[in-house]
């Protein structure tokens, strides 16, 4: 608040060369990463490790102090442009294990967590690796959130010592849907065709996820178990599409490591046994997808080429994405009983350009592990398909005014 003195000095606390991690997404303890954005400049140089980043705190950061992050998501993607973030490139479940393993460490910690009436601490919006980060930090600075969710599954260990405690100034971080627009629509309509009844669905942040689990309304049976959850998924649950009850796992339990949504989500997840935020090492498993029925990975792209290779991670040798957990989930789905795995992306880009080329310039998901790319052009089913069918189907669901130039890159190669 203007005028207010600064919930914690972080002058000596900080050291030379320091790696600070906090919490990613909905979980950034605003309260802290506010204070020590303010205080940057007055402190010895120090890297922060950031995941996905939808506040605008690092929007304006001292220059002695740089950025770590495994993808380029939200506006994380400032930082990225102004050559000041470094990006991890790593499976989101191997980037979490690599916490647990020790091959990251964290200097300090700053995290948000909720409190229950007798004590009790969660961390509420997020299970990932700054549980592990935390236990052999040299500081952990927990800010406590009235306003956050008290999540099952996420619950703090009690091994895990917080030195310094702070009360939260602000709400959560809220991230609202963003409005669809007839392409997303188009694009759900196809996706939803290859999502049967019974159903356990994963999916990402974007219009296009948003639209395909808009478009389920009328699907019975479904179940959720994904690397996030947003306000989409209480809309289902809420009219009967998700029962959760077919999963042939964690029967009537809602499954997710994150939870990114606005308060209307924050509270329906509030000391709600139905839904889980379990720790990645459970929900990004392989072990665990396979046991799963009928789980469909709806996941986006960048780019994918005519062979079915998928990029998420960069476009003209710029990181503008990540690989996040979109390896994880296409095997886990591809593993499971009736599984599928859908990479689903306008066929054009905002410019104009095709999505859909000849060869992905970095290659996130293989070729092999793909299954259905949907455009709003239609479904390009690649499983089993040698290349030249593949190109063919590819083809099919690009933007029309490119598909000359595609097919052309086709005969040229031969």
């Known amino acids: 608040m203007p005028g207010d003195t600064a919930p914690i000095d972080f002058a000596g606390l900080i050291q030379d060369g320091d790696l600070v991690v906090c919490g990613q997404a909905t979980a950034e303890p ?7 954005v303010a205080q940057a400049a007055q402190l010895p140089r120090f890297r922060m490790l950031v995941g996905p980043v939808f506040s605008e705190t690092f929007s304006a950061c001292a220059p002695n102090v740089s950025f770590l992050s495994y993808g380029v998501i939200g506006n994380a993607r400032r930082l990225a442009k102004a050559g000041r973030l470094d990006v991890i490139p790593s499976n989101y479940s191997d980037f979490c294990a690599d916490f647990a393993a020790c091959r990251h460490r964290a200097d300090m ?3 948000q967590l909720a409190e229950a009436a007798d004590g009790r601490l969660s961390a509420s919006l997020s299970n990932d690796y700054v549980i592990d980060a935390a236990r052999r930090a040299r500081l952990v600075i927990a800010e406590i959130n009235p306003d956050a969710p008290f999540s099952f599954g996420a619950e703090w260990p009690e091994d895990v010592p917080i030195h310094v405690r702070v009360a939260a100034r602000r709400a959560p971080v809220e991230l609202p849907s963003a409005p669809l627009d007839d392409v997303s629509r188009r694009i759900a309509a196809h996706a939803a065709g290859l999502i049967a009844d019974g159903s356990t669905l994963q999916f990402g942040v974007g219009r296009t996820p948003d639209a395909i689990l808009s478009s389920l309304s009328h699907a019975r ?4 178990h994904s690397g996030l959850i947003n306000d989409a998924v209480v809309d289902l649950i809420e009219r009967g599409a998700v029962t ?3 999963k042939g796992i964690d029967a009537g339990i809602t499954v997710t490591n994150q939870v990114i949504g606005t308060a209307r989500l924050y509270r329906f997840v509030h000391q709600n046994r139905a839904v ?7 929900t990004h ?3 665990v997808l396979a046991r799963i029925n009928r789980l469909v990975a709806i996941n986006s792209a960048l780019q994918v080429g005519l062979d079915g290779a998928v990029n998420s991670e960069t476009l003209n040798g710029i990181s503008i994405g990540a690989i996040g957990g979109q390896l994880d989930f296409v095997r886990g789905a591809n593993a499971s009983s009736a599984g599928r795995a859908i990479i689903a992306l306008p066929a054009a880009a905002p410019d104009g350009s095709s999505r859909i080329v000849a060869h992905v310039e970095t290659v996130t998901t293989p070729r092999a592990d793909v299954d259905a790319i949907v455009t709003e052009w239609g479904v390009a089913e690649l499983r089993g398909c040698g290349l030249a069918e593949r190109a063919r189907r590819m083809i099919a669901i690009a933007a029309p005014e490119h598909r000359d130039a595609l097919a052309a890159s086709v005969h040229h190669r031969k």
């Open 109 to 111: 910690v700053l995290v």
């Open 221 to 224: 049976n479904l179940g959720i």
């Open 276 to 282: 889980a935020v379990r720790p990645t090492s459970y």
């Open 285 to 287: 498993a392989q072990s």
């Open 30 to 36: 605003l309260t802290l990463t506010e204070a020590l």
């Open 244 to 246: 959760n009850a077919a």
